[in-house]
């Protein structure tokens, strides 16, 4: 019963490096998420997917690329860290249906650094 | 667009009191609407959500909200509040695209 999982839990980078955050749910969620956390902002969507194949921005998309390549998994990638990219990064899954209510389940994070 | 507004940064209560966490929304079709606690280095975790039907809703750990329509308010209560209860809350509204927005949170702190 893993439900979200993330990895990895916590991470250092340095400005300009590379990294992929992953995500991987074991519910057979079509709907994916990508939320950041920051003080005092509350969780700001950075990018979604409602099935395999099809992804969307979010709020806050840019210097994060997504696929998904299957229904199972979500990576998230930063493609020339930034300080302000410094944040706690959460990935959530839910099922998609027309009755829209359906709740998102969340993973326990990820905290990223980047100095 | 639609956005959740948490009034309160902080709600500060002493154990055994009443505990209401504010919330309102702004959504241009159907409300769907939730709470979540999150502890200290933990993910978000469910508390409860209005969908349809009853204006009172219940959830995990003796949490309920109120559906006020006319007042675009999801207002969260717990009679008796516990030191435990002590956390991060998080309002949030999804309308019938798939998108979930959050409130700022609001930090509650109980006191023994």
């Known amino acids: 019963n893993a439900g979200v999982t993330q990895t990895p839990k916590f991470q250092v980078l340095k400005t300009g490096q590379s990294m992929t955050l992953q995500c991987a749910q074991d519910?057979?969620?079509?709907?994916m998420s990508w939320y950041r956390q920051d003080p005092g902002m509350g969780l700001r969507l950075i990018h979604y997917?409602?099935?395999?194949?099809?992804?969307d921005q979010g709020e806050v998309p840019n210097g994060y690329n997504v696929s998904r390549s299957t229904t199972e998994d979500f990576p998230l990638r930063l493609l020339s860290a930034a300080p302000s990219q410094t944040s706690v990064y959460f990935c959530?899954?839910?099922?998609?249906?027309?009755?829209?209510?359906?709740?998102?389940?969340f993973g326990e994070g990820s905290w990223l650094t980047v100095v | 667009a639609q956005s959740v507004a948490q009034p309160e940064d902080q709600v500060n209560v002493a154990e055994g009191n009443p505990l209401t966490v504010k919330c309102t929304y702004s959504v241009s079709g159907n409300p769907y609407l939730f709470w979540y606690v999150q502890y200290p280095n933990r993910g978000l975790q469910f508390l409860l959500k209005?969908?349809?039907?009853?204006?009172l809703v219940k959830g995990s750990y003796g949490f309920e909200a109120e559906f006020n329509k006319s007042q675009t308010s999801f207002h969260l209560k717990k009679p008796s509040a516990l030191v435990s209860d002590s956390a991060l809350y998080f309002c949030a509204v999804r309308d019938n695209d798939y998108k979930l927005s959050f409130g700022a949170g609001t930090t509650v702190t109980v006191r023994a």
């Open positions: 959530a899954s839910s099922y998609s249906s027309v009755f829209s209510g359906n709740t998102i389940y």
């Open positions: 209005y969908i349809t039907g009853d204006n």
């Open positions: 997917s409602v099935g395999a194949g099809i992804t």
């Open positions: 519910m057979n969620h079509e709907y």
